[in-house]
């Protein structure tokens, strides 16, 4: 416990992770039994016990949404800004991997940056192509839940220009950009999403969220340019570029109808990602959750966007997303986790590496035998 509350007390918004990343390199070496641990040229903790295979990557990140909230321990609760999202699950991950018998192949324990704003942490973890077999990332998801699941996600930047302004008292002499911008943002949730905007079978339907406008120079001029920011999240059913392609379509088709310039640009591309059901890796945390609370999990897609779409698509191996927290309160004021829960993972992690170095060296083997027959 005292672990985890050192961590949540340092503020660690993106970009900010520093302080927590000496900490944690400092632990591994010196207290927690790992061979190696770096820091690397974007601030990802790297940690590495054991050697051969599986190789398994448990993967958490460091970074915070900004804003601190109070620090404390009540009710069996502990509170505080990342206490679910996602220093429980990162630390309960860097405590088993320190428990991980070297002999039964090679823990990669990752804390990264960035994770809650540009994923700068994550790509370059990527770019290192480190050897994998298997990866787990850390995010809340509740000890009797796994996520196989994220939705992808695309950030689109749109430009409305009309070409003119004038004075506010005679708006006929121009078009509006605010205006206007409109007619996009319509076209594009009712023709992406349809009718019901992703409100029907959340993890199935494409949602398009409006996050940012900013549009006009002054109180009494009319604006001659607008620009929107959206947010479209895509299911395992389509691709990025399918909705690119159909998204494409409809900015010219309204431009041309209107008679207007826009133009857009991708900030962020990434696909979505669902695990293999059947892999060693769902097995062992599966069993693993059995093992601990005594009941079956639950395998949950879920409607946001995580690393492991990245990773997943990157390296094509199994992954999934677990740990302790209730999603719902994350990034809000009353962000917490249950201790029990906590200490649980710490368990379930435990025995999932277990499990999965004894299902992969199964896997192994029976492939050796199927080979030589």
Not at 119 to 135: D, E, H, M, R, W
């Amino acid at each position: 416990m005292e672990f985890l509350l050192r961590t949540i007390r340092l503020y660690t918004p993106s970009r900010s992770e520093s302080v927590l990343a000496n900490m944690l390199r400092e632990a591994c070496v010196n207290e927690l039994g790992f061979e190696e641990a770096h820091i690397d040229s974007v601030g990802n903790v790297i940690a590495i016990k054991g050697s051969g295979d599986p190789r398994i990557l448990l993967c958490g990140h460091m970074d915070t949404v900004p804003g601190e909230t109070p620090v404390m321990v009540k009710d069996g609760l502990i509170y505080g800004r990342g206490s679910s999202d996602a220093k429980a699950a990162l630390i309960a991950m860097l405590l088993a991997a320190s428990e991980f018998p070297k002999q039964r192949g090679t823990v990669i324990f990752a804390a990264v940056v960035d994770e809650e704003g540009n994923a700068t942490g994550i790509k370059q973890l990527v770019k290192s192509k480190f050897p994998l077999n298997y990866a787990i990332f850390g995010e809340p998801s509740g000890i009797r839940n796994i996520t196989i699941g994220y939705k992808g996600r695309l950030e689109i930047r749109l430009t409305c220009d009309v070409g003119d302004s004038t004075h506010a008292s005679a708006p006929w002499l121009a078009k509006n950009s605010i205006e206007e911008v409109y007619n996009f943002w319509s076209a594009i949730k009712s023709k992406v999403c349809g009718s019901e905007g992703g409100i029907k079978g959340r993890t199935d339907s494409i949602s398009c969220s409006l996050t940012e406008i900013t549009g006009g120079s002054s109180h009494n001029v009319t604006p001659q340019k607008c620009r929107i920011t959206l947010d479209i999240r895509i299911p395992t059913t389509t691709t990025c570029d399918t909705i690119l392609e159909q998204l494409g379509r409809i900015i010219e088709d309204v431009a041309a109808d209107r008679k207007i310039k826009a133009r857009y640009r991708i900030e962020d591309k990434t696909e979505p990602f669902e695990a293999n059901h059947t892999s060693p890796l769902v097995r062992a945390l599966s069993l693993s959750v059995l093992d601990v609370c005594k009941t079956h999990p639950v395998l949950v897609r879920k409607t946001g966007t995580g690393d492991m779409n990245i990773l997943g698509a990157a390296f094509n191996i199994p992954v999934v997303t677990y740990g302790p927290g209730a999603p719902h309160s994350s990034h809000t004021p009353h962000e917490h986790v249950e201790i029990s829960e906590y200490v649980a993972c710490i368990d379930v992690f435990s025995r999932a590496l277990f499990h999965l170095s004894r299902l992969h060296n199964i896997s192994r083997v029976h492939g050796f035998a199927k080979d030589r027959i």
